[in-house]
């Protein structure tokens, strides 16, 4: 199994160095990835967490921890698509992806916050559709010499598109778990990204996009296989947050590894934890209590 932690751009960090310090030191402790949020305005449930302090982009923190590590790859968990023009990101991410050697993952998904949708004059109702088309937007511009695509919203051709990703094609692993989420895995993924979903629906769910993508033509023997689990970095989650997706403590190092056994037996071969807090000191400390104590039981 390969780990994967998330940077705190998405916590309030007043000082972006203390952010971006987290990727070496992620890399130096031996975690194979590290990963960013997307929000662009501070409303909603962020707004009540961060009121006006930073939310960094994501893609921005991610050049620059391209240039400061050498190994980690670069992950996003998730970029919300409808708030993205696709063609603008798919040669900002192909220009990361060259940049840093070939190491990008794009987890991407369709968003939720109806607050958010409004602020950008999107419509959230069209959110699915939206999400489908900068998919097959992207990865025809990735793979293709004289890239073409016609849609209603959409209309080109002829035309070239530059740099390529370093990758053959820049993975794109969908979260989500609702029913628009797994069959757009399924058809439409290289990988599986949910965030809260317990070990035994995770194995269910693995097992229904197999048999929608093989119904499809599509094979998996390549697919990625992650989920993103959240770790309460100051103790236990509250049973309000427990109550509605999966967390795990991050003050019981013996709980965590049994937790995440759990999701390895479910097919989970990429584990990425997130870290709920923004406080740097302790963030830093658990890291290396992960990379000490649970990272080893998983050779």
Not at 37 to 61: A, C, Q, V, W
């Amino acid at each position: 199994m390969k780990f994967g932690v998330t940077i705190p751009n998405n916590w309030g960090v007043e000082d972006p160095q203390e952010v971006l310090e987290f990727g070496p030191l992620a890399e130096s402790l031996g975690y194979d990835s590290v990963w960013v949020m997307d929000h662009l305005f501070n409303t909603g449930y962020i707004r009540e967490r961060l009121e006006d302090k930073p939310y960094y982009h994501p893609m921005s923190t991610l050049s620059y921890l391209a240039a400061t590590t050498s190994k980690v790859t670069l992950g996003t968990s998730v970029l919300v698509l409808p708030y993205h023009n696709p063609v603008e990101l798919a040669k900002y991410a192909a220009t990361l992806d060259q940049i840093s050697g070939g190491r990008v993952i794009l987890g991407v998904g369709v968003g939720a916050m109806t607050e958010e949708f409004d602020a950008l004059g999107i419509s959230m109702r069209q959110r699915g559709s939206l999400t489908d088309e900068c998919i097959d937007i992207m990865q025809e511009l990735w793979s293709n010499h004289l890239p073409k695509y016609q849609s209603k919203r959409w209309d080109f051709s002829d035309l070239y598109f530059s740099p390529k990703p370093k990758q053959s094609s820049i993975p794109v692993w969908v979260g989500g778990s609702s029913p628009g989420a797994i069959k757009r895995t399924a058809l439409r993924g290289d990988g599986w990204h949910p965030t809260g979903v317990s070990a035994e629906d995770y194995a269910l769910t693995k097992a229904e996009i197999n048999e929608t993508a093989a119904a499809a033509g599509r094979d998996t023997s390549q697919f990625a296989w992650s989920t993103r689990l959240e770790v309460e970095v100051h103790g236990r989650p509250s049973s309000e947050r427990a109550s509605s997706r999966s967390t795990i403590p991050g003050d019981n190092p013996a709980m965590m590894v049994a937790g995440i056994k759990a999701y390895q037996d479910a097919g989970v071969d990429h584990m990425v934890l997130a870290l709920n807090s923004g406080d740097v000191s302790a963030l830093k400390r658990l890291m290396e209590t992960i990379a000490n104590e649970v990272l080893p039981e998983f050779p």
